[in-house]
């Protein structure tokens, strides 16, 4: 990677940020916790486990042999080899093509494996940051304050599941050590110190760009 690069260009921005406008941190989703926790690779495998009961129980009750019985769940293969090929490509993709960015300013997410969007946040309209960590993985979650939301299709999946009237744009599959939380929450004091019991300020409305 050529080290004096502009920033906007090594993240894949749109766009060069503003004059005086500082990249704080930067990252992306890992693969792996996108796996586990957001499409939900262990439910799925266990879903598979228990309907490969469906035809060993068939052939079992029909009197195959117990070989036939054993082989029987390779009946399930067509269906689900691509359903879990499916799976793992988009947790590839989504990881692939994403890109958290947080400024002294706003928090950026370049989301799309289609398309691609960004989805401009000021620091202004966050009035809490929330992290769920787990195992492989944390989620940092953005409430907003005030009436103006992003659309919940323009975020997900970086968003909070069925949240649909209130969406919390998420940026979701972190590593563990990562520090992106306390990097936000202290660009969030030094932009607006007060602003957290403050109303939101007219003209700050988020903005998803296409």
């Known amino acids: 990677m050529i080290r004096d690069e502009p920033i906007d260009i090594v993240l894949g921005l749109p766009g060069p940020l503003p004059a005086g406008e500082r990249v704080l941190w930067h990252g992306k989703p890992e693969r792996a916790a996108l ?16 309907f490969a009961l469906l035809p060993m129980l068939a052939t079992a009750q029909a009197g195959a042999s117990a070989a036939q019985v054993i082989f029987s769940p390779l009946l399930l293969l067509p269906i689900a080899l691509p359903i879990a090929g499916l799976v793992a490509v988009s947790a590839w993709a989504l990881a692939r093509t994403t890109v958290y960015v947080v400024t002294d300013r706003r928090v950026i997410l370049q989301v799309g494996v289609a398309f691609t969007r960004t989805v401009n946040i000021p620091l202004d309209l966050i009035a809490d940051v929330s992290a769920r960590e787990r195992a492989r993985g944390m989620d ?6 005030g009436t103006d939301k992003i659309a919940w299709l323009a975020l997900w999946p970086h968003a909070r599941t069925l949240r649909f009237a209130q969406p919390v744009p998420m940026l979701r599959g972190l590593p563990v050590d990562s520090p992106a939380g306390a990097i936000l929450v202290d660009a969030i004091m030094h932009a607006a110190p007060g602003l957290r019991h403050s109303p939101a300020r007219a003209g700050k409305a988020p903005v998803a760009i296409d």
Do not use: E
């Open 35 to 50: 796996l586990r926790y957001l499409f939900r690779w262990r439910l799925l495998a266990a879903y598979f486990a228990v």
């Open 140 to 145: 940092l979650a953005l409430t907003l304050r």
